[in-house]
């Protein structure tokens, strides 16, 4: 099984830091297939950037599609999550939503814990997206984003810790989300030091793909797809795709 | 004054048929720039299509907004406005947007009739979008779709009234929308023969660009922007946008 | 065209300040014909007296509803506003509600700032009779009620924009409306120094019953009319109206 | 004790039913005092005469609360019930609400059952208001009016019981309250031949009068008060509990 | 007339304080029949063992249905209120439930004051469950628990009316239930001294268990009743019921 | 790993069946643990029965929590969850709910298809209290139950594909959950046959209880545990945990 991993952000390392705890998780059960997005942001942490960044993702699930088994879209906010979902025909799974999703079951009340004030709206919108809103205790993030992206999991580590510890003890969390792309593979190595169950989004998203897999939906009887249409400007793979041509 | 008005669809005859609405709307107080989109779709009613088509608004947006006063985007769905709302120092209108605020200033409960039952969902999607969902009866709709778009107005004129009726009838409905770009122009051509109050969204559209102009919101002090970033591969002005170089 | 613009307080130098403010938005589109309650309270801040002052409402509009094109009810709680537009046929627009439904064009949350604690509650319920209490991020306002309402905007001003800042920051409003009418018109004149998009009240009411006008509402087919009754102790017209004699 | 037993209609017989099942239930407990509305409508069926018989309900109070130990609204969409608990300082009952909440500890779900189609929709927001709406299945009444509001509990009863087998077997309600005035006292003579269990409203606003009463609520140090006012044309009592002249 | 008041902790002092309230309330009225838990624990605070106590408390139902005609289940979590309705043919009241429908005729936003941090979480479920979630303004405690229970009421008075103050300046609740069995009686005793309306669970519950009784439900023909089942290493009454042998 | 396959009905062929779908499923990655309910129903179908044997479910859990990784909890109302979760420090898995979860990531509206009628609106509840009730479409059932539960999956083969059909044709949904233990094994069987993405609830719970596994919860730092206690009547080990002298 071939699990295609898109980071929609462009920064390369990322990809690689979230490959290397996908692959920690998929061991024998699947090969992860890394893809970093060639158009867009460093970093997205907007609605208008997810609207652009979210067409991109159509593309690329379009082009490989044929060579994968499922998707997961390795950014916190899930930009395109809900369209791919209804124009591709095998499970497409979103960080954000894996891990809230994830965290539901863990406990009852669940936070996400970030490292940086600018992607707190988005990320909280993103969770009332799914549904789970009411056992959703907020955002915990510093007051101040951090000078950069680099190494921001060891930098702010404490603070991390901190931001846990409040979301628990003040918001009543049962559950914390590490979220964002960068605090990739954190949580369990924080684990013992924070309080309450600690969620890393990469490793919910992984998990997940192989459980709706192995779960093996019965696409082919699936209902509610788009109408086929022509279309101007797209990629050759996502024409084709909308045109019922291929799927 | 000048409106800028975005057909996210390709189809340059329904580019035409709201132009008409609008400029009959707008009179002497503002003229109307309208853009027929140059990528996409005939006409968009899914997610995944409103995904794509909604990052090129965004695009267009940022080539014309330097000449232009607000800005509005002419499909029932909304393709790109929140994203373009938090990018843009203008005022951004939404058809499906200004007619449901539109129709719950002029009843209680409201109701969309469209002519297709593919657009029911996304429809329907966008109306709970707004916040306003507890005023909403639901969407009518044929059971279905009709052969071409051509002409629809005039083909289903009489299902149309019929549905309205039902949205009053058995929905409780005080005010009915008429959805959907090729049914621009046609409440105020129906409103004798059909019950209920009814709003032409294009209409509504055009007039609340209007008031949001002449309401003159201070721009410059706007906060809650997000923050400047680089890009890879969008369009030169939205490059410069998006950097912070031009707003 | 002709806006009815009706102060349910029975403070004069109130309606000067709103009717100011709305003849300037009106401009050459319509003549602004405002009238203050001879009944009631100098200035409206609790349900029971939006209760009392309702029905006044509804006596006032029966009286001059064959002269005018539209309504405004010009105080913040909108008092007799559901009641007014479901016997009257012709657009009634409430000063708190078309505040709302203009901010949420602007911006995704919105505040209300004010200028005294006892409105606070009255505001707040308000608003989520809008249904857009989802977007709504609370009232601020000072701690203590101001001696007098008279100069209010001009004695608080910079409290005024403090709490802006606060509702801007703290609680991450995009928009921020002005509410209460004696604050009528002090949103542009500190739009520099205030953070967020302001609106003014008075200003969207009337640019609503402008737009509602023009959008032209078949009134002549509306539905969900009230059963036609006799009555007993009211006014001559409202009589009239309420057993269906007059339209 | 003693409770004012306020009908906002102006229909006597209506009163006197009322009160006859009013006694019934008070027996020795407490004294019913019936005044009925000298201005207003018949009966009331929409906001617009709501918002009128209110601020008539508010005066009536005013008139007798020193005589009272506490109030009655009997009319099931409870007109003036928020203002008139805002204001007064003694238990105040509305003839919807007491049932709904009873309602809601017999069961899970509960309908209201009426005879009218013209009351369903201001009884529906009436049970809405009351917070109680996700346990509500709506409401149940006849497809037309009927001719006449004399003897109607008689001359509809085999289609009300029929309207209660609907409520409990095909929208799942367990609890079916017996809603408007007209049918006072009908609950427990058809409780026999319909489903469910059934509520009388009056039965269960006389109930709730006299266990609030008997709570003992300690008004004294109740706050949230409107602030004293004065006022203009509202009669002797309740400008002077306005002014906070008296309690 | 004979009431059961089921103390679902194993505390025998608990239960002699409830029924003393209980008994100042139902005087003349009713009989109350106190049963304390004999097996569970001192004091409930967590779902867990409100599951456990729960299904004792149907037990305890079935065992002495036929000699009351009414329940009350004296703890503030309300364990097995929903299934014991379901179950039984006879009125049963929750305490919390009764004293948060009671505090809703009372005014409109109610607060829970209580003497843990440990109950928190519980009595602010528990509370949503009733469906009336959005008039509450939430639960207020101390920081810490106390030593013991023992004489809590008394112990911790101050900080009680504290509590209580704070409910109301802060959070805005017209009505402050003084919530757990350890304060049952407590209201009335610091009435003067804290603001607010205060409700005693345990008189608010024996007053509604008195109104629904005297509501008269028809059980005879209540529907949505379980299936009659078999069952296994139940008590021989418990058995009988779900059997269907004995109701 | 081990995971405890706890089925709270009696029947034992229920368990057998669903430790087959287990056994599938798990393959090499875990090996099941089947315990079928000693005490309690054939097949628990109400709220009367799910507080009887949730409460059994705890006993179970605490006699073999030192010998398993994971808890299933398999019936589909799931019994005891949120009681478990909160007591048990090890992952514990709800039927219903990890379908649901499930289903959500993999279409956005979901429904649930069962062989009774007596089901629906315990399930129904069941589904809302996992706080994603606005993504689903509703309980769709026979009219009147099965003579047995005895092969009901096969006997009713036709009747569920049907009422799949109308899940998706009439109620929108994306994914269709067959619901309740007799069905366990059936969706894979009829995917071919019914429209939309079929789950299987015991399939979809024992993915995610090796996905939790594997997410590697740090229960060792969880907060917001019950308080220890002193307990009577308990079993042995359960007494132990609540006693915290066992974890």
Redesign the interface.
């Known amino acids: 099984m071939r699990l295609l991993l898109i980071n929609p952000n462009?920064t390369q390392s990322m990809t690689e830091a979230m490959t290397t705890v996908a692959r920690q998780?998929a061991s024998q059960q699947a090969e992860i297939v890394p893809v970093t997005a060639?158009?867009?942001?460093?970093y997205i942490?907007?609605?208008?950037?997810?609207?652009?960044a979210?067409?991109a993702v159509?593309d690329t699930i379009a082009s490989h599609q044929s060579d994968v088994d499922a998707v997961i879209i390795a950014a916190f906010g899930d930009p395109?999550l809900?369209?791919?979902?209804?124009?591709f025909d095998l499970?497409i799974?979103g960080m954000a939503?894996?891990a809230v999703?994830?965290a539901?079951?863990?406990?009852?009340r669940f936070s996400v814990v970030t490292f940086s004030p600018?992607m707190s709206?988005w990320y909280s919108d993103c969770v009332h997206q799914?549904?789970?809103g009411?056992?959703f205790t907020g955002v915990r993030c510093p007051v101040t984003a951090p000078d950069t992206l680099e190494n921001v999991a060891t930098a702010l580590r404490q603070d991390l810790i901190d931001l846990a510890r409040d979301a628990?003890?003040l918001d009543?969390a049962?559950?914390v989300i590490m979220g964002g792309a960068p605090l990739a593979g954190l949580a369990?190595v924080i684990?013992?030091?924070?309080?309450?169950?600690?969620?890393?989004p990469i490793?919910?998203a992984t998990?997940?793909a192989?459980?709706?897999l192995?779960?093996?939906?019965?696409?082919?009887?699936?209902?509610?797809r788009?109408?086929h249409?022509?279309?101007?400007?797209?990629g050759t793979e996502l024409t084709a795709v909308?045109a019922g041509e291929k799927t």
Chains 1, 2, 3, 4, 5, 6 share one sequence.
């Not at 942490?45 to 652009?52: F, L, T």
């Not at 809900?82 to 124009?87: G, Q, V, W």
């Not at 192995?214 to 509610?224: E, F, G, I, V």
């Open positions: 462009t998780i060639r158009t867009g942001f460093p942490s907007s609605r208008a950037e997810a609207q652009i979210g067409a159509l395109g809900t369209a791919a979902r209804e124009l499970p799974v939503e894996a999703m994830s539901a079951m863990l406990g009852e600018h709206r799914t549904g789970l009411a056992r628990v003890a009543g049962d559950v369990p684990a013992w030091d924070a309080p309450g169950i600690l969620v890393d490793a919910a998990l997940q192989l459980a709706l192995r779960l093996a939906p019965s696409y082919d009887n699936r209902t509610n788009p109408l249409k022509t279309s101007t400007g797209l909308i």
